[in-house]
Nanobody, 124 residues
């Protein structure tokens, strides 16, 4: 599986961005997909996860109510809509695929494939 993330950029606080992650490979629709972020000097943390059918979704408290994850299995793409962005959301955002398991893992180490990352900068 190869993942290509896009959509990052510079946005003012309170604004919105939509990230996309295009995946190659026939198994996309059976992969749990996650979005993670890593700020300078910090570890990689999950911001959203979505199960195979899109019916199972996870958000940590830090983004719940502001971020929305979705997927289009016909287009092998997963999205992250980010609203009400704040400076603390500034980070490199990565999409990731978890192969062969139906549960959404929250640890980066439980994902098998990673995109290259896209930088999101939120100015105050």
């Amino acid at each position: 599986v190869q993942l290509q993330a896009s959509g990052g950029g510079l946005v003012q606080a309170g604004g919105s961005l939509r990230l996309s992650c295009a995946a190659s490979g026939r198994t996309f629709k059976t992969n749990v997909m996650g979005w993670f972020r890593q700020a300078p000097g910090k570890g990689r943390e999950i911001v959203a996860g979505i199960g195979w059918t899109g019916g199972n979704i996870y958000y940590p408290d830090s983004v719940r109510g502001r971020f929305i994850i979705s997927r289009d299995n016909a287009k092998n793409t997963v999205f992250l809509e980010m609203n009400k962005l704040a400076p603390e959301d500034t980070a490199v955002y990565y999409c990731a695929a978890r192969v062969g398991r139906p549960d959404i893992a929250t640890s980066a180490g439980q994902y098998n494939y990673w995109g290259q990352g896209t930088l999101v900068t939120v100015s105050s």
